[in-house]
């Protein structure tokens, strides 16, 4: 008895044991065969079986798509970001306008030559109102697209002169020009420009200067030491004139110059003789911003060194291995105090005037080499330089030399924000002149040509931002 209830307990133990050993594994998605559930039975028995024991059901394994991998969309080419500013320019006798951002193209006015004078959105021209015969004056707007023609001059006075001598403010208020057929007859007459109810107004002349002793060539000699004062020089000096003062006087801020050189005659039949003493003469060449200092070239027998000239005292500063002749230098005012010289050589001065009115080198920069150092630009810490060819990028800070482009042509025009510059490149096609011009943003891009846009004979560019 005792051993069948053992044998008994046995058989319980076993069944147990049976049930326990139901594995039950589960498919995942990644399964590609699926486990059927495994199961482990208990051995024959006297007793009642046990019950059937569930088995899971595994859910097949999803059906797998085949997949492709897409092919990289390729990127648009970038357009090139065009100025915000818009370019005024003559084509085909007119006065136009282009406007970047839209491609928009208009006349302005109509009967413009190929010599025009901007100063903001004010441009100065001499009309031609009988071919060969009468020529007026005139004055516009570009905003209100208004005119004033201030007078007529007959065929006895050739339209060339007005060409050199006409000069607008950098605040776009005053008009300069000389009239006269001659030097010593030359007239120099000054108008403030306003805007009234939409209309240009030019005011009866502010000033009018007949110089006694005659002009010192060439006329375009007319600067602007600030937006209001007026410079030109004769032989009596360098005259200033405060337009915003009333009265008007003005007076000679620069003296002549007293240096002397010896000057020897070519005429073989002098060479026994003493040179003869010459006065050097001092050509305005840029005011300081503030006016305070002129950048002068002192001229002697056709060759010329920069020099600084402090208003009202004449202090006279040399600018050191500077010339102008054959193989030329340039020079630009950075802010009040402090000038850039680029020699032709390849090195470029930094010269700084201190609170005692001393100059001395803040810096040098190893430059490329030019034989002339056609223009020179200042842009924030940098400086653009071009010889009659290439355009190179100077860092002032770390004094990085960059070329920006190659056979660049003059003239250049900048756009106010230095991003990017107009040149125009000459050729010669059956013997007819062609001037096509292109934008270039100096970034690597291919520059834009915009014989397209501005035609093949255009001439007179000036960025305009309204």
Known sequence: MIAKAGLFVICLLSLVACQLDIETIETTPETIHPTL???????????????????????APPTLEPTTTPLPTPSPTPEPMLPTASLLFVRDNNLQQWIPRTGEVKTLTENVPRYIVYSGAIAVFVREVI??????????????????????SSSSLNAAPFDEAISISPNGRWLAYVTGESRNSATLTVHEMMIDNQQLAVSEPVLTVTPGQGWNWPYDQMMWATENELSWSD???????????????????????????????????????????????????????????????????????????????????????????PVSDNAIWLDETTLLHYQAFG??????????????????????????????????????????????DLNLETGEVTELAQHIRWPLSWTPDG????????????????????LDNLNGD?????????????????????
Not at 138 to 148: A, G, K, R
Not at 262 to 281: G, R
Not at 371 to 389: C, I, M
Not at 422 to 431: A, G, Q, R, S
Request: hydrophobic share 40%.
């Open 37 to 59: 559930t495994k199961m482990v039975q208990a051995q024959e028995t006297a007793v009642p079986p046990p019950p059937t024991p569930t088995t899971t059901t595994t859910p």
């Open 347 to 392: 090195n470029l001065n930094i010269w700084q005037i201190d609170m005692e009115n001393r100059i001395f080198i803040q810096k040098t920069i190893t430059a490329e080499m030019m034989g002339y150092v056609v223009g020179l630009w200042s842009f924030g810490n940098h400086v653009r330089v071009t010889d009659y060819s290439s355009l190179f």
């Open 446 to 466: 291919v520059p834009i040509e915009l014989d397209s846009v501005l035609g093949l004979h255009s001439c007179c560019w000036h960025w305009y931002e309204e």
């Open 131 to 152: 071919p060969e015969q009468e020529y007026a004056l005139v004055v516009f707007h570009v905003p209100t697209q208004s005119e004033v023609q201030l007078f007529k």
């Open 235 to 325: 032989k009596s000096g360098i005259w200033v004139a405060d337009l915003s003062s009333d009265p008007i006087t003005p007076v000679v801020a620069i003296a002549p110059s007293t240096n002397t050189f010896p000057f020897y005659s070519l005429n073989p039949a002098d060479s026994d003789k003493e040179p003869l003493t010459v006065f050097t003469t001092f050509i305005p060449y840029q005011w300081s911003p503030d006016g305070r200092y002129l950048l002068v070239v002192e001229y002697y027998d056709e060759y010329g060194e920069f020099r600084v000239i402090e208003r009202v005292t004449n202090r006279l500063f040399i600018v050191p291995e500077s010339g102008i002749g």
């Open 419 to 438: 991003q990017n510059v107009l040149w125009n490149e000459t050729k010669y096609i059956d013997d007819e002149r062609l001037d096509y011009v292109f």
